[in-house]
């Protein structure tokens, strides 16, 4: 050691002297720990590697897809009622309906300015007035729906809404417990007007009928053998005079153009009486008659019941349930009625497409009731994810329930389980990872004849299965070469 260290030594002995304690005293710890284990330490140290087993399972083995679905009433869809047809204000004057009140055909959803708001299956809203003479989609939809409640309105292939179809529409408001629509202003008095106008024109007519048969036509029998008579008396002179001896020429000439004379007055009598202008006052007033008698089809038309735009609600898959009602009697219709939804709860849920695409229609599904009883409900449809979602829409069909279940479930969300695969029986099962290939292919397990977690020393045997159905956590197994039986402890690692 140099003069210099040995300086910086004895100035700072002590420090020297603690550190190297603190050395020896490091080491020593890290041997005794590698020597003397305390009792509770060696009791934490893991054993020695075995086998490890579980029991082989016996009982029904089901794969399944699990969703949560939302139970709700399907459909809903807002009520609004054409009120433009109204002259005064659209006040609510009655029938307004009770929340989970069901609508169905010929039911008043409502009624605004004493005037019913009838209920009719339909999908087309009604958007204009139904009156004789109109055609169109909205007039078959009326023909298809009213038919279907027991009411002729004509054929439903025929677009248009004819007298039939009015009549119809008189019959329906009889049904629903309501005079039909008033005629349009005016309508009452051109049906009365068209009847008097028909009346004259048909006493027309026959004043004119009647003077035409009174009007001599032609030559009377005594002015017709008076001018024969006159040209046979003509005549007659004339042959003598041609006769005499000597014969006056200037004599028989004259007479030659008497007889002449009498001949175009024998065709001429009566031709000055003629009943031509009475046969005309006849076909004017025929015309007439016509007329007056297709301006009365048309007033007696335009005067038939008619279907206010306002006074028809068409809804689809009748009947249906009123959700919630913001129409209130005595005040002004504005904005929706109410809203309406199917009558039947519905299940709606959502599941990614692998899982969705190993569904169909009609499969079985199962889930919670509040007190925790299984229910069961039906696939009834499967919409694939649009745009950039992925997740498919899956809807469910409830079995049927008590009111009190309705009520407690409804608006509830609930997890869902829709079998996929499922054993027609008890089967027996063992993890994934029982299972190991055999040379030759074959599928086997391993099965410990004692069990190792009591100690035994275990030997082991293998068996050669079947797999069938998969489920997240088992399998079902079949053995083909080899015994296999509940409780058999099979091997599922080292």
């Known amino acids: 050691m140099s003069a210099g260290a040995g300086a910086v030594f004895r100035r700072n002995r002590t420090l020297w002297i603690v550190a190297a304690a603190a050395v020896l005293s490091l080491v020593a710890g890290l041997l005794l720990g590698r020597f003397l284990v305390s009792p509770a ?53 009655g029938q307004v309906p009770d929340e989970g009140a069901e609508l169905e055909a010929l039911s008043v959803a409502l009624e605004i300015a004493g005037r019913p708001v009838i209920v009719l299956p339909g999908e087309l809203p009604a958007y204009r007035t139904l009156r004789v003479g109109v055609s169109g989609p909205d007039v078959v939809q009326f023909k298809t729906a009213v038919r279907a409640i027991g009411l002729d309105a004509g054929d439903p292939a025929d677009p248009v809404f004819g007298a039939d179809a009015a009549a119809a529409v008189a019959a329906l408001y009889a049904d629903a417990g309501y005079e039909p629509p008033a005629p349009e202003d005016g309508g009452a008095d051109a049906v009365r007007a068209a009847r008097e106008s028909l009346l004259a024109a048909e006493q027309a007519l026959v004043a004119a009928q009647g003077e035409l048969a009174t009007t001599p036509v032609g030559a009377t029998p005594v002015e017709i053998l008076e001018a024969d008579n006159a040209v046979a008396g003509a005549r007659r002179e004339l042959a003598a005079a041609q006769d005499a001896d000597p014969q006056d020429p200037l004599q028989v000439g004259n007479l030659a153009d008497a007889v002449e004379l009498a001949e175009l007055r024998r065709q001429q009598v009566g031709s000055d009486r003629t009943d031509a202008p009475q046969r005309a006052a006849v076909d ?76 169909k229609v009609d499969d079985k599904a199962t889930f919670d009731l509040p007190d925790g009883t299984a229910h069961e409900a039906t696939i009834e449809a499967l919409a694939p994810g649009e745009g950039e979602s992925q997740r498919w829409t899956i809807e469910l069909r409830p079995e049927p329930l008590t009111p009190e279940q309705i009520q407690e479930l409804q608006g509830s969300n609930v997890r869902v389980s829709i079998a996929v695969g499922t054993t027609d029986g008890d089967v027996l099962s063992v993890p ?32 050669v299965v079947r797999s069938g159905l998969a489920t997240p956590g088992a399998v079902e197994v079949t053995a083909i070469d080899g015994d296999l039986a509940e409780g058999d402890l099979v091997v599922v690692g080292q």
């Open 432 to 463: 994934y990872a029982a299972l190991s290939a055999g040379p030759g292919g074959e599928t086997r397990v391993e099965v410990a004849e004692g069990d190792p977690r009591d100690g035994e020393q275990a030997s082991t045997r293998l068996v």
């Open 284 to 359: 004017a007033a025929s015309t007439q008659l016509t007329r007056a008698q297709e301006e009365l089809v048309r007033a007696e038309q335009a005067a038939l019941p008619t279907l206010p735009a306002g006074e028809v609600l068409y809804l689809t898959e009748l009947p249906r349930r009123v959700d919630a009602v913001t129409a209130q009697r005595g005040s002004i219709l504005e904005g929706p009625a109410m809203t309406v939804s199917g009558a039947t709860l519905g299940l709606s849920g959502s599941a990614a497409e692998a899982d969705a695409r190993l569904l």
């Open 41 to 93: 330490d060696a009791a934490a140290e893991p054993p020695a590697p075995g086998m490890i087993t579980v029991p082989v399972e016996y009982g029904r083995l089901s794969n399944d897809v699990t969703i949560r679905g939302e139970v709700a009433y399907a459909d809903p869809v807002e009520v609004r009622v054409d009120t433009s047809s109204i002259s005064g204000p659209a006040v609510v004057t």
